[in-house]
């Protein structure tokens, strides 16, 4: 009975084995699990033994996957087979038709079933999935010789599907002077919020309409509402780096405590977003908006962000903001800077692609 019994086991794991994929690297080792998903830097296996192992796609040799894997090439085309490799080359196996060879090369992903339908769910979210973003809150308080208060928020939130990107930020300054006679006693009160709507046009142009809202009490800005549209250019659009040009158009009005204006306005700006190391994220924005109706005036936004991942939910923030205006009401300064620093509590509903 114990004989039978360790020979089926023996044939369940020769079973096993059989079945499973199989990654051959270029020093001639061999990994048996399943496979994952691959692009054209990782490939991802499951294995018993390790876990999650990533691959360098480059140290990739040969490959021999009996299930269905998504294949799709840099050309755009997509399969759906078997994959095993022959003289160098993917053979990948069809239903209707002969293997489609391809060289490794030339694959820009592979996709397990249950991988595919993560990532088809990713091109059709739902309202609420695919959010990612973080809110950073800071706060200084003095009592004794000095008496003050000091109080900065920051929120950013991005949700980006295949072809669409929606971002979100505010950030916030109030600080007071409570000392007897101090004036003024309300030092900073600061507001910037905006949102911005991209879809693209093709894989380097996209079209874009922003609205942005500012307020400030000590220059005297009820509200400065300004939205627009536009397109842009991805200079440069890779995991790690983003690069990206716009222009475009908008109609600004200002409410002032002494007067209001409104006028149409141009718009160009770029932006960068670069991740070192994978644990810092930095953002950069410039805007410049030249006042069509007055061409010799003009309004221009600089914007520079830090965040440096702590843990999975926490990481330190640092956003700094400046913006300027060449004709503020008389007595009021021309630059309004905001710099908030603090713990960031991150937040993210983005499923793996």
Same mark, same amino acid.
């Given at each position: 009975?114990?004989?039978?019994?360790? =020979?089926?086991?023996?044939?369940?794991? %020769?079973?096993?084995? /059989?079945?499973?994929?199989?990654?051959?690297?270029?020093?001639?080792?061999?990994?048996?699990?399943?496979? &994952?998903?691959? @692009?054209? &830097?990782?490939?991802?296996?499951?294995?018993?033994?390790?876990?999650?192992?990533?691959?360098?796609?480059?140290?990739?040799? +040969?490959?021999?996957? #009996?299930?269905?894997?998504?294949?799709?090439?840099?050309?755009?085309?997509?399969?759906?087979?078997?994959?095993?490799?022959?003289?160098?080359?993917?053979?990948?196996?069809?239903?209707?038709?002969?293997?489609?060879? %391809?060289?490794?090369?030339?694959?820009?992903?592979?996709?397990? !079933?249950?991988?595919?339908?993560?990532?088809?769910?990713? =091109?059709?979210?739902?309202?609420? !999935? !695919?959010?990612?973003?973080?809110?950073?809150?800071?706060?200084?308080?003095?009592?004794?010789?000095?008496?003050?208060?000091?109080?900065?928020? +920051? $929120?950013?939130?991005?949700?980006?599907?295949?072809?669409?990107?929606?971002?979100?930020?505010?950030?916030?300054?109030?600080?007071?002077?409570?000392?007897?006679?101090?004036?003024?006693?309300?030092? /900073?009160?600061?507001?910037?919020?905006?949102?911005?709507? #991209?879809? @693209? =046009?093709?894989?380097?142009?996209?079209?874009?309409?922003?609205? #942005? $809202?500012?307020?400030?009490?000590?220059?005297?800005?009820?509200? *400065?509402?300004?939205?627009? %549209?536009?397109?842009?250019?991805?200079?440069?659009?890779?995991? %790690?780096?983003? =690069? @990206? $040009?716009?222009?475009?158009?908008?109609?600004?009005?200002?409410?002032?405590?002494?007067?209001? *204006?409104?006028?149409? /306005?141009?718009?160009?700006?770029?932006?960068? &977003?670069?991740?070192?190391?994978?644990?810092?994220?930095?953002?950069?924005?410039?805007?410049?908006?030249?006042?069509?109706?007055?061409?010799? !005036?003009?309004?221009?936004?600089?914007?520079?962000?830090?965040?440096?991942?702590?843990?999975?939910?926490?990481?330190?923030?640092? /956003?700094?903001?400046?913006?300027?205006?060449?004709?503020?009401?008389?007595?009021?300064?021309?630059?309004?800077?905001?710099?908030?620093?603090?713990?960031?509590?991150?937040?993210?509903?983005?499923?793996?692609?």
């Amino acid at each position: 009975m114990r004989v039978a019994s360790l =020979l089926s086991l023996i044939l369940l794991a %020769a079973a096993l084995v /059989a079945h499973a994929d199989q990654v051959t690297i270029t020093n001639g080792d061999r990994l048996s699990g399943l496979i &994952m998903k691959a @692009d054209d &830097m990782t490939l991802i296996m499951k294995t018993d033994y390790a876990g999650e192992v990533k691959l360098d796609w480059s140290q990739v040799a +040969a490959i021999r996957c #009996d299930r269905p894997l998504h294949v799709t090439l840099k050309n755009g085309r997509t399969f759906t087979g078997p994959v095993t490799t022959s003289d160098g080359r993917l053979q990948i196996g069809t239903a209707l038709a002969a293997p489609v060879e %391809a060289a490794k090369s030339d694959i820009a992903s592979l996709r397990s !079933e249950s991988e595919q339908a993560v990532y088809e769910k990713t =091109l059709h979210p739902g309202v609420l !999935e !695919e959010w990612n973003g973080g809110a950073t809150v800071a706060f200084a308080l003095t009592h004794g010789n000095s008496q003050t208060k000091n109080l900065a928020l +920051a $929120f950013t939130a991005a949700r980006k599907t295949l072809n669409d990107k929606l971002g979100l930020y505010a950030q916030t300054v109030y600080a007071t002077n409570d000392a007897p006679g101090a004036v003024p006693s309300t030092t /900073a009160n600061a507001i910037q919020a905006g949102a911005r709507y #991209d879809h @693209d =046009l093709t894989a380097r142009i996209f079209a874009f309409v922003t609205a #942005d $809202f500012q307020t400030d009490a000590l220059q005297g800005l009820n509200l *400065r509402s300004v939205p627009g %549209a536009g397109l842009g250019f991805h200079l440069l659009k890779s995991s %790690a780096t983003t =690069l @990206d $040009f716009l222009a475009g158009i908008n109609y600004t009005r200002e409410n002032y405590t002494t007067f209001t *204006r409104n006028f149409p /306005a141009a718009s160009f700006g770029e932006e960068l &977003m670069h991740k070192l190391r994978g644990s810092t994220v930095i953002a950069q924005k410039l805007d410049i908006y030249p006042d069509l109706s007055d061409l010799g !005036e003009y309004r221009g936004t600089f914007n520079l962000g830090t965040v440096t991942k702590i843990g999975k939910w926490l990481g330190w923030q640092n /956003a700094f903001g400046d913006i300027y205006v060449t004709n503020p009401p008389l007595g009021k300064k021309q630059n309004d800077v905001l710099l908030t620093t603090g713990l960031s509590f991150s937040f993210g509903t983005a499923t793996s692609q």
